[in-house]
């Protein structure tokens, strides 16, 4: 009588069991990378206007701390106009700052090129960059609109802790939002900052 081992022989092979079993994994697997990808190219296809969107908001900053620290406005008129400031509430396009230098006040201006041409949509700010031969100042130049881009600067009063407002500083909050075709959602980049009657 022979006895029979019962483990497995180094010659047996996969059960169909264990091989749907891998199958399942693998496609799983493959599946979360697939939709890493997706995300990757989302987010690389909207990258120019979000930096845009960042530099634009901080430039809006910059410039209001720059008015208050050469004294080019009071700080009084830091304020929106519904306060009695200088500085349009609710969402305005990226018109160019007008004699007063800061944006979204009332003397805003429509932009023009560094060519001198004015922009489209309105005048609202552009850019000119190089088109397909890669070299910028040819006549394949393109001009990119910051049309389906909006700037909120809101100004507020900052509290102390006992309730009281503090006449000395004020909250800055500027968000530039924009809405590129194929996004189901606007985006969205929001400075914040403090502004002082100090400088």
């Given at each position: 009588m022979?006895l029979?081992?019962t483990?497995?022989?180094a010659?047996?092979?996969?059960?169909?069991?264990?091989?749907?079993?891998a199958?399942?994994?693998?496609?799983?697997?493959?599946?979360?990378?697939?939709?890493?990808?997706a995300?990757?190219?989302?987010?690389?296809q909207?990258a120019?206007e979000?930096?845009?969107a960042r530099?634009?908001a901080?430039?809006?900053?910059?410039?209001?701390y720059?008015?208050?620290?050469?004294?080019?406005?009071?700080?009084a008129?830091i304020?929106?106009?519904?306060?009695?400031g200088?500085?349009?509430?609710?969402?305005?396009?990226m018109?160019?700052?007008?004699?007063?230098?800061?944006?979204?006040?009332?003397?805003?201006v429509p932009?023009t090129t560094?060519a001198?041409?004015a922009?489209p949509?309105?005048?609202?700010?552009?850019f000119?960059?190089?088109g397909?031969?890669?070299?910028?100042?040819?006549?394949?130049?393109?001009?990119?609109?910051l049309?389906d881009?909006?700037?909120?600067i809101?100004?507020?009063?900052?509290?102390?802790?006992n309730?009281?407002?503090?006449?000395?500083?004020n909250?800055i909050?500027?968000t530039?939002?924009y809405?590129?075709?194929?996004?189901?959602?606007?985006?969205?980049?929001t400075a914040?900052?403090l502004i002082?009657?100090?400088?």
């Amino acid at each position: 009588m022979k006895l029979r081992p019962t483990g497995r022989n180094a010659e047996d092979g996969f059960s169909l069991l264990e091989v749907m079993i891998a199958i399942v994994v693998m496609t799983i697997g493959l599946l979360a990378v697939i939709a890493s990808f997706a995300t990757a190219l989302r987010a690389t296809q909207s990258a120019e206007e979000d930096l845009i969107a960042r530099q634009k908001a901080l430039e809006a900053m910059e410039s209001i701390y720059t008015a208050r620290n050469s004294q080019q406005i009071p700080f009084a008129a830091i304020q929106n106009i519904a306060n009695g400031g200088i500085f349009l509430g609710g969402a305005q396009p990226m018109l160019c700052a007008g004699p007063d230098g800061l944006v979204g006040t009332a003397d805003d201006v429509p932009c023009t090129t560094a060519a001198g041409a004015a922009c489209p949509n309105g005048g609202v700010e552009c850019f000119v960059l190089p088109g397909p031969d890669g070299v910028l100042g040819t006549a394949d130049d393109v001009t990119m609109s910051l049309g389906d881009f909006t700037r909120t600067i809101t100004i507020s009063q900052v509290f102390q802790p006992n309730g009281q407002p503090n006449t000395n500083l004020n909250a800055i909050t500027i968000t530039v939002s924009y809405l590129k075709p194929g996004l189901r959602n606007p985006r969205t980049f929001t400075a914040n900052g403090l502004i002082s009657s100090y400088h």
